[in-house]
């Protein structure tokens, strides 16, 4: 009954607070300005630049292209916005105390004699990562999903890789670890939507981001210098991938790619992705968005390893290894989100992403060895080995999220409660050993689990 109690008066508390910054708004003579920034064709431009004279105030536009400029003084104003490849847009506003003025500048390509366009989807992609990188208070590299589908990319961590100040740490040609500003994997973080995610490793910090699909994103992003909002544990910096959020237009996204290589019989490799989303109602207030990816990577190795030795001074040969890798690995995942637009920046949200990851192998190793211990021919100092492996890894990756924000006239709410989880599994490991027609052998299958939340 106490805690009812102090929840209760915590709570009218609250609202008498708000209440009476909004009325103390209304009468000392300020008010707010809300709205979008659209190209001619209805497509939000997310990454603008909105200047407010007088007075200098500027904002940048949100994901779904929205600003807000909340406690500016009544009065007559001038918004100006800039936006890469757009003509620059201008146009009066009127402040007026205690209430919120509703703007949507709607923004024309430049002319014809200031650019040439040769492509048209990918351009707006670009622009939109250009426009970001410009307007970050921190030093940025963004890679939108126009640009990010448009390339043969396998994983998150291969679009990463074609980021300036970005290598990546491969595992039989996928990458795996991003190392940004030539730094150790270990000294940066992955986070979805701005927060944390754990390592699916017991043993490492950084994460392996080949576990997810890039088509599960919206964009991916690198911050190079952190600023005060972020946690300070990245030295070399931060990876966060931006989820889909519905747009004002439906959205209906379907591909399907394959592939074959003629090594070890024939090996395949296949691709399936979708995205269905769409605004309803009469002001589009309900948004929903869900996608799916889906890829199996039959990938094959066949190859010759020479080990080189000294005898007699000099470089030789003493064994080869004959090397037959086979892949199955299988990545699916999916991500969505809902969203409820209470006015014009207001409003509540739903978003989460999953991703699985089989990283299947087999190894076969034939190794003719010589041991050089006499120059005749007749001695007997070589053998052979045959050694075969098998793994079974399997890894996973989830992130929840849900919260809203509140516009008033002085204030801004933000809330957010989110929750993530990675896990790793082996499911089964097998080494075998054979020497000289079966002198030696050994087998060994184990089964391990780690959970991190």
């Known amino acids: 009954m106490l805690r ?123 622009a939109e990562a250009i426009n970001r990188e410009r307007e970050s208070d921190d030093i940025l590299q963004a890679l939108p999903v126009d640009v990010i589908t448009s390339l043969p990319n396998t994983n998150i961590a291969d679009a990463l890789g074609r980021l300036p100040s970005v290598t990546l740490e491969r595992d039989e040609g996928e990458g795996k670890y991003v190392q940004i500003r030539g730094t150790e994997p270990r000294f940066s973080n992955v986070t979805i939507d701005g927060e944390k995610v754990p390592s699916p490793e017991s043993d490492v910090r950084q994460i392996k981001l080949a576990i997810i699909p890039v088509n599960l994103v919206d964009s991916v992003e690198i911050d190079k210098t952190l600023s005060a909002n972020q946690d300070g544990d990245a030295i070399g910096g931060s990876v966060n991938l931006v989820t889909k959020t519905a747009s004002e237009k439906p959205t209906l996204y379907l591909n399907g790619i394959g592939g074959y290589t003629p090594i070890l019989g024939g090996r395949s490799l296949s691709e399936f992705d979708g995205t269905v989303g769409q605004r309803f109602g009469a002001n589009k207030k309900l948004g929903v968005i869900f996608g799916g990816s889906y890829d199996w990577n039959g990938r094959g190795i066949d190859d010759i390893e020479p080990s080189l030795n000294v005898f007699n001074n000099s470089p030789v040969v003493t064994s080869v290894d004959l090397r037959e890798y086979r892949y199955y690995r299988a990545r699916y995942g999916f991500a969505g989100s809902v969203d409820y637009k209470l006015g014009d920046v207001s409003g509540v949200y739903i978003r989460g992403m999953y991703s699985h990851f089989n990283n299947f192998g087999d190894r076969w190793v034939y190794s003719p060895e010589t041991d050089f211990v006499t120059p ?57 050993l054979l020497m000289d027609q079966a002198e030696f052998f050994s087998i060994s299958i184990g089964r391990t689990r780690t959970v991190l939340n």
């Open 4 to 126: 009812n109690s102090v929840f209760t008066r915590t709570a009218t508390l609250i609202l008498m607070g708000l209440l009476l910054s909004t009325l103390a708004s209304a009468q000392s003579g300020r008010g707010s300005i809300s709205g979008r920034v659209i190209d001619s064709g209805g497509a939000v431009l997310a990454g603008a630049r909105i200047d407010l004279q007088p007075g200098g105030v500027s904002a940048i536009t949100s994901g779904q292209g929205e600003f807000n400029f909340s406690n500016i003084a009544s009065g007559d104003y001038t918004l100006n916005v800039h936006y890469v490849g757009f003509a620059p847009f201008s146009q009066k506003v009127t402040v007026t105390a205690g209430q919120a003025t509703h703007l949507d500048a709607k923004l024309q390509v430049a002319t014809k004699n200031e650019q040439i366009v040769v492509t048209a989807e990918r351009a707006h992609g670009e």
């Open 376 to 432: 005749t021919q007749g001695e007997g100092d070589g053998d052979v080995s045959f050694n075969a492996q098998i793994h079974r890894p399997v890894e996973v990756i989830g992130s929840l999220q849900a919260g809203g924000k509140h516009a008033f006239n002085q204030w801004l709410l933000l809330y957010e409660v989110s929750a993530s989880r990675s896990s790793s599994e082996d499911r089964g490991y097998a080494t075998r």
